[in-house]
């Protein structure tokens, strides 16, 4: 069952804003876990689920209720919970008879409560993981031809839908398609991509969200203090994390933790409940290996694994933090997030300022192939040290656009272990005390190669014709030729170019591009196809600078009068003269307008004679 949490106390505790009074409490002794303690009762306790919220509100105000709602998310976002709700809005009925389909409850109606408990007549929930067969459907379709007993409309909740058979769901179309006015049927799945296309057309679609970790972190925080229970706020966020979006699963993983911590919740005892890894060891830990200090890592990874942490666990924290850097250095705004600690906002920032991204990319890749084979391995330690040391050695090397250049240019390659993260002397910097990271590592290291990036590139191309005029000086006569009639030009820059075809074009003109600029600068050239028009081809704008020409040639009084003088005569040719040469042209007085005219004139007598 899938349940978003926000719930209610017990009648013998204080109700708190945004959990609504609770039924009885169970008989003496029986403890209610706090998933369904506070599971929701109405749509304003659900959390995280607002756009849903949104529109059941405008379609029940409105008077557009569908026949079927199919919701589907992860486990434990709220499914099974609202379709609960949503039998509860379809046959709210106050005391005394009034009331209609409604989501705004603001008092139990007389169907709610057996409603909520699963245990009214006309609403049926039906779990598909255990009645699959055709058999199960068939007693829903002959049964929805009667009317509801005492409620307004008949409900079927069928949870985990996509576990029915086939035939199953085809016996389901046509009651589906043209159900009673009194029926009304609501599915949930954690697998939409399992439920036949035939059954969702016929239903109106909610996809669940998962709860941010923020919300989830005060939705626990509102627990702690309703249950008088100590949290620290770095404990809720772990469960938070851990939960991965769920509420339902945050609320189990408290439970543990409250009976782990005996009534406190603290972040050392969340860890060891979970086998989590100390989120400043993490931190250390990444510090080491950007460093390239490889007995420190082994050190660390060595102590969180006698403290208890799964090696594979420290290298997905590992793993997350290095994302966290990147988005730090990306987006310096996600630093508010609240789901971050201290420690991982201050030191996240340093890392950030002082990492370059392909560093931070190389390392993520890394550690993304390193986890399986960790989890895999019979000897996980051994599998992390490793991953480790591939991680510290490997983390800044050169690109292989990188590694051609300096072979080309002669400059030296380094000989094997980590680099620096960022340029500085070649002696040791340790942490400060702040927490930033060091950025040389104190044991001798290979000379540091020249950053080969810095240097400027032997050929500078500012436009686009400067890429294809290169193309005629290297002779390459075919791929000039492409470039000038069967692309556009969208948009470029130095070391980008995105172009869309032209009718005809060949689609492996982006990747032949890129290959040649990559051997005529010695650069690695971005060349993408867009779905954008672009510019004319260069060929098209020549004819267009063409006709122009003619016709602004055309429309000259000489030449008019030229054409005047000879009928049949046609304009072969523009030449356009330089400016400098019209300006001298102007200064001598070499031919003015009369003169040019009786030289045509005495040029067309001696052509005639």
């Known amino acids: 069952m899938d349940e978003t949490t926000a719930g209610t106390p017990p ?24 998933a ?19 529109t059941l509100s405008n379609a029940f105000e409105t008077g557009r209720i569908p026949q079927a709602w199919m919701l589907t998310g992860v486990r434990g976002v709220g ?46 929930e039906m779990d598909a993981a255990s009645h699959t067969g055709i058999d199960d459907v068939r007693q829903i379709i002959d049964g929805i031809r009667y009317s509801p007993v005492s ?166 924290d590992l793993a997350a933090f290095s ?41 993520w890749q890394i550690l993304l192939k390193g986890i399986p084979e960790v989890q895999g391995s019979n000897r996980p330690v051994a599998a992390a040290e490793m991953v480790l040391v591939r991680l510290a050695y490997a983390a800044d090397l050169p690109t292989p656009d990188e590694a051609l250049r300096a ?26 005390s702040s927490g930033n990271m060091a950025l040389a590592s104190s044991q001798p290291r290979p000379q540091p190669r020249p950053d080969v990036r810095s240097a400027a590139p032997a050929v500078r191309l500012r436009r686009f014709e400067d890429v294809v005029a290169l193309a005629g000086e290297k002779r390459e006569i075919v791929l000039k030729a492409a470039l000038e009639r069967e692309v556009r030009l969208v948009r470029f820059e130095e070391g980008s170019i995105e172009l869309s075809l032209a009718e005809g074009g060949s689609r492996t003109i982006a990747n032949d591009l890129a290959r040649a600029l990559q ?14 028009q672009g510019a004319p081809t260069l060929h098209e704008q020549a004819l267009a600078a063409e006709r122009e020409r003619r016709e602004g040639a055309a429309s000259h009084p000489l030449v008019q009068a030229v054409l005047a003088k000879f009928p049949g005569a046609q304009i072969v040719n523009v030449i356009e003269r330089k400016p400098d040469e019209q300006a001298s042209d102007a200064e001598t007085g070499i031919l003015g307008e009369a003169d040019a005219m009786a030289a045509h004139e005495t040029e067309a007598d001696d052509d005639l004679d």
């Open 151 to 316: 409620a307004r409309y008949k409900v079927y909740i069928i949870d985990e839908v996509h576990m029915l058979s086939e035939k199953a769901f085809n016996a389901f179309l046509k009651t589906l398609e043209e159900p009673p006015p009194h029926a009304k049927f609501i599915f949930a799945t954690t697998e939409i991509r399992k439920v036949p296309v035939t059954i969702l057309s016929r239903c109106q679609r909610f996809d669940l969200r998962r709860i941010d970790a923020d919300k989830l972190v005060a939705h626990l925080a509102r627990i702690c203090e309703a249950e008088g229970v100590r949290a620290e706020q770095e404990a809720l966020a772990a469960i938070a994390r851990a939960a991965e979006g769920s509420a339902r699963d945050s609320l189990s993983l408290l439970d543990q933790a409250i009976a782990h911590g005996a009534g406190v919740v603290k972040a050392e005892t969340v860890r060891d409940m979970l086998g989590l890894a100390d989120r400043t060891q993490v931190i250390d830990l990444f510090e080491a290996v950007m460093r390239g200090d490889v007995p420190a890592a082994f050190a660390n990874l060595r102590t969180q694994y006698d403290s208890g942490a799964d090696p594979a666990v420290v290298l997905s």
């Open 36 to 54: 369904r303690k506070y599971r929701p009762r109405t749509f304003d306790d659900l959390i995280g689920q607002e756009a849903m919220v949104r």
């Open 519 to 532: 051997q005529w600068t010695g650069q690695r050239w971005m060349v993408a196809l867009s779905t954008e």
């Open 79 to 124: 499914k099974t919970t609202t379709a609960r709700i949503l039998a509860r809005g379809l046959n709210y009925q106050t005391a005394d008879g009034g009331g209609g389909p409604t989501i705004h409850m603001p008092a139990l109606g007389v169907h709610c409560e057996a409603i909520m408990e699963s245990r009214h007549v006309d609403v049926l």
């Open 323 to 363: 994302h966290t850097v990147t988005r730090l250095k990306l987006i310096p705004e996600a630093a508010k997030d609240p789901a971050l600690s201290e420690a991982e906002r201050s030191r996240g920032l340093d890392f950030a300022r002082g990492l370059p991204v392909r560093a931070l990319s190389r390392a």
């Open 11 to 34: 009648n013998d505790e204080p109700a708190l804003p945004g959990f609504p009074p609770a039924p009885a409490p169970p008989a003496q002794g029986a403890y209610r876990v706090l």
């Open 407 to 432: 072979l080309r240019d002669g400059t030296p390659l380094p000989a094997g272990g980590p680099a620096p993260a960022s340029p500085s002397s070649s002696s040791a910097s340790p942490p400060t």
